[in-house]
């Protein structure tokens, strides 16, 4: 079969941990044969471009809601937002739009909905247990299929379909290198940061995100600290610990790599899942969970992170496959 010749898949990647699903999916797809991607990556994330470069045609697109801003301050950017999707379905035969959330991920969607009648495809924050996310319960009002983590996720979604953990592959053979990894994503997380330079950790590898890595770096010369990377496997496969947030780097390093995580929750994420939903999670990956920045705290759990007892398989092919089987038959 030739996907080429039936369809194009529109792959919303956004930005921070969304773009983790939609890697996820489009690995699985090139493994597939299916080439015939178009993947959509935020304005300003130009690390994304890279690290989707290799598995279709990426397309930068501006993202209407920054983190915490106030709905208003978007508007021209919603505007610009959906006339570039409009014209993007002008040069492509769209039919099929996975989506990995966010509000990046409505404009594209609903375009594609109406005017070139795709099949919509979403799926859930993997950290989300209680309340879903605003984004994708707008698009599973417009006929978009969910598709979820975990068998407590349905929930919220009761016509959802459960494939199991959606985490990028491993692409790195997992090693010890003898340093602790700190990522927390785009907004990033100071007081973390600070705790953990407290620790007197001599080798650290800090990822910062928006916080500047440099008074860490120039403080602490065995460290290596950047603000974004478009390959923080690397990072995550050397790790002999994993320090992160909530949201898909967890999952990615301990079910992926098998690293002993902690997870940490950030007050920053202020529309991610709920502390008590985190919480959740950490005991989904068997990972100590920090709701409070104190150093004997941090240092405890540190101490208690060890090894996974199982490791399931990314619900990523199931996915890739229900977007081939549609692409497949329009």
């Given at each position: 079969m030739s996907y080429a010749k039936k369809g194009e898949a529109l792959i919303v990647a956004s930005y921070g941990g969304h773009s983790g699903y939609a890697f996820a999916v489009v690995h699985e797809l090139l493994?597939?044969?299916?080439?015939?991607?178009i993947i959509l990556v935020a304005e300003g994330h130009g690390f994304l471009v890279e690290k989707f470069k290799p598995y279709g045609e990426v397309v930068v697109q501006v993202l209407p809601r920054?983190?915490?801003?106030?709905?208003?301050?978007?508007?021209?950017?919603?505007?610009?937002a959906f006339n570039q999707s409009l014209k993007l379905l002008m040069k492509h035969r769209v039919s099929a739009v996975f989506a990995s959330g966010s509000n990046f991920s409505l404009p594209p969607s609903i375009t594609s909905k109406i005017f070139?009648?795709?099949?919509?495809?979403?799926?859930?924050a993997i950290e989300r247990f209680t309340k879903p996310s605003r984004a994708v319960k707008v698009l599973?009002?417009?006929?978009?299929?969910?598709?979820?983590?975990?068998?407590?996720?349905l929930e919220?979604?009761?016509?959802?379909?459960?494939?199991?953990?959606?985490?990028?592959?491993?692409?790195?053979?997992?090693?010890?290198?003898?340093?602790?990894?700190v990522t927390t994503g785009t907004l990033g997380?100071?007081?973390?940061?600070?705790?953990?330079?407290?620790l007197g950790f001599e080798r650290v590898v800090l990822q910062a995100g928006d916080v500047s890595p440099e008074p860490y770096a120039n403080r602490n010369p065995e460290w290596t600290a950047f603000r974004y990377t478009s390959d923080i496997h690397k990072w995550i496969a050397g790790a002999s610990l994993v320090i992160t947030q909530q949201g898909l780097t967890a999952a990615i390093s301990r079910l992926a790599y098998g690293k002993p995580v902690v997870i940490v929750w950030n007050p920053r994420v202020s529309l991610g899942a709920t502390k008590s939903d985190v919480r959740t999670y950490a005991e989904k990956l068997e990972a100590p969970f920090i709701d409070e920045i104190e150093l004997n705290t941090l240092r405890k759990a540190i101490d208690s992170a060890g090894s996974i007892r199982r490791t399931p398989p990314s619900g990523s092919r199931r996915i890739a496959e229900v977007i081939l089987k549609h692409v497949a038959n329009v």
């Open positions: 493994k597939l044969g299916f080439k015939r991607n920054r983190p915490g801003e106030p709905l208003y301050r978007g508007i021209s950017r919603w505007f610009k070139s009648g795709a099949k919509l495809y979403a799926i859930e599973e009002k417009i006929s978009a299929t969910i598709f979820l983590h975990w068998e407590e996720q919220i979604y009761p016509q959802g379909i459960v494939v199991g953990p959606v985490y990028e592959p491993p692409l790195y053979e997992p090693r010890d290198e003898g340093y602790v990894l997380h100071k007081e973390l940061f600070d705790a953990v330079e407290k």
